[in-house]
């Protein structure tokens, strides 16, 4: 089935426009490429979001389609009503920032108490130790274990990770693929990372 052609569901802001326009500029037949949107998770008492770029024909039913001019966004149909209303906005530091009136409920603690002794924690923290953070530190990111707890690893993101607007891109795209490959008794990743303080933030395209 064909993907639903909606009425704006997020808002673009000019500046947030021009800088998705610059990035996916970047990218093979950009003019192809929508930018796709949807809730990844919950950090604190604020949704997290996965955003990239991607074919517009590739959205099916699952997916609602925004057109905004030469800018289409992609949004997960499960993601709908929590991103309706919201804004996609460039933050005073240059970074992109998701300003959502709608919060999740209820709301998850951010920081579990977790043992990161076991087996299970420890072949997570080698798999950043080796793998995720030699790769993001051209970026001064940094991310560390903060808890295991059944099927879920917490991570905090520092350094340019920290006050991303879209760190749940390099979350979701680089560092959970990674532990779910290495470690499949992780089934998620959660970010519990303070991302409203973060300083040096930068915005990564990326494809899923």
Not at 20 to 41: F, H, N
Not at 103 to 116: K, N, Q, V
Not at 145 to 151: N, S
Request: glycine share 8%.
């Amino acid at each position: 089935m064909a993907p639903v052609e909606v009425e704006p569901i997020v808002n673009v802001s000019d500046s947030a426009r021009v800088k998705i326009l610059e990035i996916r500029a970047t990218e093979p037949e950009p003019e192809k490429l929508g930018l796709w949107i949807e809730v990844s998770g919950v950090s604190g008492a604020s949704y997290t979001y996965d955003m990239w770029f991607q074919a517009v024909d590739d959205a099916g039913s699952n997916e609602a389609v925004q057109r905004q001019g030469d800018l289409a966004l992609v949004v997960a149909q499960a993601s709908v009503d929590k991103l309706q209303g919201a804004t996609l906005d460039v933050s005073p530091d240059g970074g992109m920032v998701m300003v959502n009136p709608n919060t999740p409920s209820p709301p998850m603690s951010a920081r579990p108490a977790g043992d990161l002794t076991g087996d299970v924690a420890q072949r997570v923290v080698q798999i950043l130790e080796q793998q995720i953070n030699p790769a993001i530190a051209s970026h001064g990111g940094f991310a560390e274990l903060v808890a295991v707890e059944d099927d879920t690893a917490y991570l905090r993101l520092s350094g340019g990770c920290q006050g991303c607007g879209l760190a749940s891109v390099t979350l979701t795209q680089g560092i959970e693929v990674a532990i779910r490959d290495s470690v499949p008794e992780i089934v998620n990743v959660v970010d519990v990372t303070d991302h409203a303080s973060g300083e040096n933030p930068y915005f990564e395209a990326a494809k899923k």
